[in-house]
């Protein structure tokens, strides 16, 4: 029986980076059986940190670790015939494939959908890229940082914060934000693709664009036009932030919107006669005296911590959290009782701790089955066993460099 929700699918990845191996991860860690091919030079992202001791090494990338478990590994030259002839037998036998080939190079490399999808009929390939497979755009080049401005995300960032556009221009997103967006985008495309096929039998291929992944997430701008008005820019100060600052840092912290909301923060504030003005009692009368209403209740705020202020939230339920760094994240007593991070053992890298499971299933629940390979772990397994290869053939593809083996 196959584990996991996703384990009777096969997914080959060809592609580096974020998007393309977080798209398969998704199925991985679900349960599907991913092959992932890597150049001879391995993938971008075993350059990329953080690595153990901050010394730099191929096989500990966390960055890679993370982007790649569940999946197993090949190292092939598809600069070689030979190397893209293998890939184009391993996509034969896949029901997704992931790539993230420049828009020409699918054709020049023989790995276009056409020629693919003609051996696998069944096939269903995504491909992902800046700014898609058409369009004025398709040529240009592209990143995270891009496709966060260009999808529009980056007009409205921080969200209802500036007073002076001039002065404060769009901030940069952390953690590669574009990319994560369009690799989900990619992949739950991919799986309606896979329920289209389960119900009329047909692969097809799938164009996702990091620009319109990204537009997808915008707020006001885009509903703005949706409605025929001019695009508001969000960023812009309209009424209450989000975000405000109390004696250790900031909380989340916007009850202003809600009456309920407001009427249990003046409770917490312990009722001062401001706060219990009729001025105040509407949603429209805080918005419109908005620059009294803020500074007072940051006021209040500045008296006490994240956490005093989360449980007073809390026990009134009014919408609030601290805004944590990354070592309170770790040792967040939330995500310890969700067991959210788990820890991951590597034979290179040793444990290393990741994010879990963005959903829980009971039935077939999320699990990491094995670390991310090391470079060409998995290439004598899957060139013999799977397509076929003798070992004089093997031998051969490894002495001409087509392919690579993990160094034992």
């Known amino acids: 029986m196959a584990q996991g929700a996703l384990g009777d699918l096969r997914v080959v990845e060809y592609a580096q980076g974020v998007t393309g191996p977080f798209c398969a991860k998704a199925f991985a860690d679900l349960g599907a059986d991913v092959v992932k091919v890597e150049p001879p030079g391995g993938d971008v992202s075993r350059g990329h940190g953080p690595f153990p001791e901050d010394e730099p090494?191929?096989?500990?990338?966390?960055?890679?670790?993370y982007l790649n478990t569940n999946k197993r590994g090949v190292t092939l030259d598809v600069e070689r015939e030979e190397g893209r002839e293998l890939l184009r037998e391993l996509a034969g036998s896949a029901d997704i494939f992931v790539a993230d080939l420049a828009p020409t190079a699918y054709g020049e490399l023989g790995l276009d959908y056409e020629t693919l999808s003609a051996r696998n009929p069944g096939l269903i390939m995504v491909c992902v890229s800046p700014y898609g497979l058409t369009g004025p755009y398709r040529d240009y080049q592209g990143s995270a940082f891009t496709a966060f401005h260009v999808g529009g995300m980056g007009r409205e960032t921080p969200y209802n914060e500036i007073t002076d556009s001039e002065a404060f221009p769009p901030l940069v997103d952390g953690g590669d934000q574009g990319d994560y967006l369009t690799a989900w985008t990619a992949a739950i495309t991919a799986l309606i693709a896979v329920f289209h096929?389960?119900?009329?039998?047909?692969?097809?291929?799938?164009?996702?664009?990091?620009?319109?992944?990204?537009?997808?997430?915008?707020?006001?701008?885009?509903?703005?036009?949706?409605?025929?008005?001019?695009?508001?820019?969000?960023r812009e100060k309209a009424n209450f932030p989000w975000v405000m600052p109390c004696k250790d840092g900031y909380v989340s912290f916007a009850p202003f919107l809600l009456d309920h909301w407001w009427r249990a923060v003046v409770d917490m504030m312990g009722s001062p006669g401001w706060a219990v003005s009729e001025a105040f009692a509407t949603t429209m009368g805080r918005v419109q005296n908005a620059d009294v209403v803020e500074p007072l209740t940051v006021e209040?705020?500045?008296?006490?911590?994240?956490?005093?202020?989360?449980?007073?939230?809390?026990?009134?339920?009014?919408?609030?959290?601290?805004?944590n760094t990354m070592g309170e994240v770790l040792d967040s007593r939330q995500y310890a009782a969700r067991d959210f991070f788990v820890d991951v053992d590597h034979p290179r890298a040793g444990t290393q701790r990741q994010p879990g499971a963005a959903g829980i299933y009971s039935g077939t629940p999320w699990a990491v089955?094995?670390?991310?390979?090391?470079?060409?772990e998995h290439t004598r397994e899957v060139v013999c066993g799977e397509l076929g290869?003798?070992?004089?053939?093997?031998?051969?593809?490894?002495?001409?460099?087509?392919?690579?083996?993990?160094?034992?």
């Open 300 to 323: 209040w705020l500045m008296e006490h911590t994240r956490q005093e202020i989360y449980e007073m939230a809390l026990a009134r339920s009014v919408a609030c959290f601290p805004v």
């Open 197 to 234: 096929r389960s119900t009329y039998g047909t692969g097809q291929l799938l164009d996702v664009s990091a620009m319109e992944a990204v537009a997808g997430m915008t707020r006001m701008p885009i509903a703005s036009i949706g409605y025929g008005q001019e695009p508001k820019i969000s």
């Open 57 to 65: 090494h191929p096989e500990k990338s966390g960055r890679f670790l």
């Open 389 to 408: 290869r003798t070992e004089e053939e093997l031998a051969a593809l490894l002495g001409a460099g087509v392919v690579g083996e993990a160094a034992r």
């Open 369 to 376: 089955r094995r670390p991310a390979p090391l470079l060409g």
